[in-house]
C-alpha cells in the first residue's frame, strides 16, 4: 500500500469507550502529525513527531493520547471523549530536512462521532 | 487569532473561466506558502507551493501568485473544471526562524458548473 493510511475510516464511540486510531505512512518520511478538522475551522493541529521529537498543541485535552512507536507508525488513543470531539481526525507525514521545505501528505482521514 | 486566513467561504466559477482564491497572513516570518485541494471524504492533497523568494510558480492550470509587502497570496485556475470543485486550502509556514509546521485557512470550497 502506499501514500498514508488511516485505519478505522469511520469511528462510533460512547464517552466512556476507548478506542485507538491508526496511522500509517509508506512514504519514508521522518515525521508524523495529527490533525483535527471540525466543521468551518481551520485544520488545528494536535501532535507532531518529528526526528524523535514528539510537539504537541497544549490546548489538547488529555483524553487524546498519542503513541509514536516507529517513523512509519502513529496512533491517537481517545479515552472518555466528549461530543465535542466528534471531528474528522487527520493524520499527515513529511521529510524533515535541515533548512528545507515541509511539504505534508495526509491520510483520508477518520470520521469520529462521539455519541 | 488567526494567522492565515480565507475570507471566502465559498465561489462558484463557470467551467472554462478562471477560478482566483484569495489567501491572506498575518505573520511576517511566513516564507513557503502551500495549496492544497480536498475532495468529501477524503485527505488533503498538495497541490502547489511557492517560496517567498519568488512571486509566481506555475503547474499546469495551476498558478500561485504572491505579494510579500500585501502578505496576500492567490491560486488561479484556468481554465476551471468541473473536476476542481473541492475546498482549497492555503497554508503558510516559516523555514527560517518560524515553525516549519503549515499553518492552515479555513478553507475556500469552490464549485465549477459545467
Known amino acids: 500500500e502506499t501514500g498514508v493510511t488511516q485505519t478505522p475510516r469511520h469511528l462510533v464511540m460512547g464517552m466512556t469507550n476507548k478506542k485507538s486510531l491508526k496511522c500509517e505512512q509508506h512514504l519514508g518520511h521522518n515525521a508524523m502529525y495529527w490533525y483535527k478538522q471540525s466543521a468551518k475551522k481551520p485544520l488545528e493541529l494536535m501532535f507532531v513527531?518529528?526526528?524523535?521529537?514528539?510537539?504537541e498543541n497544549n490546548s489538547v485535552p488529555s483524553r487524546f493520547s498519542p503513541e509514536c512507536p516507529n517513523s512509519s507508525h502513529l496512533f491517537l488513543h481517545l479515552h472518555t471523549l466528549q461530543p465535542e470531539d466528534s471531528a474528522l481526525y487527520l493524520c499527515a507525514s513529511s521529510l524533515r530536512t535541515s533548512g528545507g521545505v515541509d511539504t505534508q501528505y495526509f491520510g483520508p482521514g477518520t470520521r469520529l462521532t462521539v455519541l | 487569532d488567526q494567522q492565515v486566513k480565507q475570507n471566502s467561504p465559498s465561489l462558484s466559477v463557470q467551467e472554462g473561466r478562471i477560478s482566483i482564491l484569495n489567501c491572506d497572513y498575518t505573520?511576517?516570518?511566513?516564507?513557503?506558502f502551500l495549496w492544497y485541494k480536498k475532495y468529501p471524504a477524503e485527505g488533503p492533497t498538495f497541490l502547489i507551493s511557492?517560496?517567498?523568494?519568488?512571486d509566481k510558480n506555475e503547474d499546469g492550470r495551476f498558478t500561485v501568485f504572491l505579494n510579500k509587502s500585501a502578505k496576500h497570496l492567490s491560486l488561479h485556475i484556468v481554465p476551471s473544471q468541473p473536476g476542481d470543485s473541492a475546498v482549497y486550502f492555503c497554508?503558510?509556514?516559516?523555514?527560517?526562524?518560524?515553525?516549519?509546521?503549515?499553518?492552515f485557512g479555513r478553507g475556500t470550497s469552490l464549485i465549477v458548473h459545467p
Open positions: 497554508a503558510a509556514s516559516g523555514r527560517t526562524g518560524g515553525s516549519y509546521i503549515p499553518t
Open positions: 513527531y518529528s526526528l524523535e521529537e514528539r510537539v
Open positions: 505573520n511576517s516570518m511566513f516564507d513557503y
Open positions: 511557492i517560496s517567498s523568494i519568488k
